[in-house]
T-cell receptor
C-alpha cells in the first residue's frame, strides 16, 4: 500500500542553521509533491510544489529537492529563525483526485 | 480577497448524533476538499467537490457526505457519530481539482469532539 513517512521526532536546531526535513514515500510515483507549514490550531499553509521532472525548487530561504529514484523529498530552510518553528507537512500527489499528507515533522528553532 | 472560512469553530456532540460543518471557499475557487486531522497526524483526505459534484473520495465510510452549492461553498455531513470522529476538520479550496498541482488554501478548521 502507499506509504508516506516523515520523521515523527521533533527537529531542534539553533537559529541561523539550516533545517533539513525528510519525506519518504513508497509504492507509488507521484507526479508532484507539495510542502505545507502548519502552526498549532491553524490550517496548513502552502509553501512549495515540485514536479517529478524537477530536481530542485527554491523560494527565498526555502529549498525543496525531489529524488524519484530514492522516492524522497528533502525540505531545507536556510538561516533558520525562531519564527520558522512549526510543523511541516509533505503531500505527494497520490492519485488523480486525491492528495495525501504525511504526519508532519515539528521544527523548533532555538534563539 | 476573502480567505477560506469555516463554521463553527468548535463543536461538541454525542455518539450517534449527526453534524454539519460549513465552509466558504476563497473567491474565484471552484473546488473544495475536506480533510480530517487527528491529533499528531497529518490531514486525511475525505473528499473533493468540483462544480457541485463529488470529484474524488478517500477511505471514509458513506456516513461522511457532502454538498457544494452554486457559490462553491460546501458542507460536510457526518451521520451516526463515533468517538473516533473527534478531530479537526479542515476545508481547503483551490482553483482547479486536485491532480493539477494547484495550491490549496485551508480554512482554520472546525474542532469536533464526540462524547
Amino acid at each position: 500500500s502507499q506509504k508516506i513517512e516523515q520523521n515523527s521526532e521533533a527537529l531542534n536546531i539553533q537559529e541561523g542553521k539550516t533545517a533539513t526535513l525528510t519525506c519518504n514515500y513508497t509504492n507509488y510515483s507521484p507526479a508532484y509533491l507539495q510542502w505545507y507549514r502548519q502552526d498549532p490550531g491553524r490550517g496548513p499553509v502552502f509553501l512549495l510544489l515540485i514536479r517529478e521532472n524537477e530536481k530542485e525548487k527554491r523560494k527565498e530561504r526555502l529549498k525543496v529537492t525531489f529524488d524519484t529514484t530514492l522516492k524522497q523529498s528533502l525540505f531545507h530552510i536556510t538561516a533558520s529563525q525562531p519564527a520558522d518553528s512549526a510543523t511541516y507537512l509533505c503531500a505527494p500527489h497520490t492519485g488523480r483526485r486525491a492528495l495525501t499528507f504525511g504526519s508532519g515533522t515539528r521544527l523548533q528553532v532555538q534563539p | 480577497e476573502t480567505g477560506v472560512t469555516q463554521s463553527p469553530t468548535h463543536l461538541i456532540k454525542t455518539r450517534g448524533q449527526q453534524v454539519t460543518l460549513r465552509c466558504s471557499s476563497q473567491s474565484g475557487h471552484n473546488t473544495v476538499s475536506w480533510y480530517q486531522q487527528a491529533l499528531g497526524q497529518g490531514p486525511q483526505f475525505i473528499f473533493q467537490y468540483y462544480r457541485e459534484e463529488e470529484n474524488g473520495r478517500g477511505n471514509f465510510p458513506p456516513r461522511f457526505s457532502g454538498l457544494q452549492f452554486p457559490n462553491y461553498s460546501s458542507e460536510l455531513n457526518v451521520n451516526a457519530l463515533e468517538l473516533d470522529d473527534s478531530a479537526l476538520y479542515l476545508c481547503a479550496s483551490s482553483s482547479n481539482p486536485l491532480g493539477q498541482g494547484d495550491e490549496q488554501f485551508f480554512g482554520p478548521g472546525t474542532r469536533l469532539t464526540v462524547l
